[in-house]
Structure formats: structure tokens, C-alpha cells
């Protein structure tokens, strides 16, 4: 179980890297917090959050009406 979720984590993140380099807005959404001071930078992707958890959570919702 372990290992399927090292390859999960690994697939996730190959996925992201592909995703970055394309020109969608993911993680630049409005909505998505950014303050940057002199010394720090301080990035809360609000918008983003809330996009990927209605996303998921249709997509469970669909998976788990296939597997009835």
C-alpha cells in the first residue's frame, strides 16, 4: 500500500510539472492570495484550493455512483 502511494505521489507530480508548463492558469487563479514584502513572499492559492476540491469532489462522487 505504500508503494501505490509513492507511484501515486510520483504520478501527481509528473502531472503538475506538465501542467506548469503549459499555459493554464493553475496556481494564478483570481481569487488566489500573493504578498510579497521587502524579505518574504507569503502565496495562499485560495482560489485554486477551492477549484481542486469541487473537481475531486465530483469526480469521487462519480466513481463511487459507477461502483454501485
Known amino acids: 500500500m505504500l508503494l501505490f ?4 505521489l510520483v504520478a501527481v507530480g509528473l502531472v503538475l510539472i506538465l501542467v506548469g ?3 493554464l492558469p493553475i496556481g494564478r ?6 504578498y510579497r514584502g521587502k524579505h518574504t513572499t507569503f502565496y495562499f492559492p485560495l482560489a485554486t484550493s477551492i477549484l481542486l476540491s469541487v ?3 465530483v469526480v469521487f462522487y462519480l466513481i463511487a455512483r459507477i461502483r454501485r
Open 5 to 8: 502511494f509513492g507511484v501515486v
Open 21 to 23: 508548463r503549459t499555459n
Open 29 to 34: 487563479l483570481p481569487g488566489d492570495i500573493l
Open 55 to 57: 473537481v475531486l469532489s
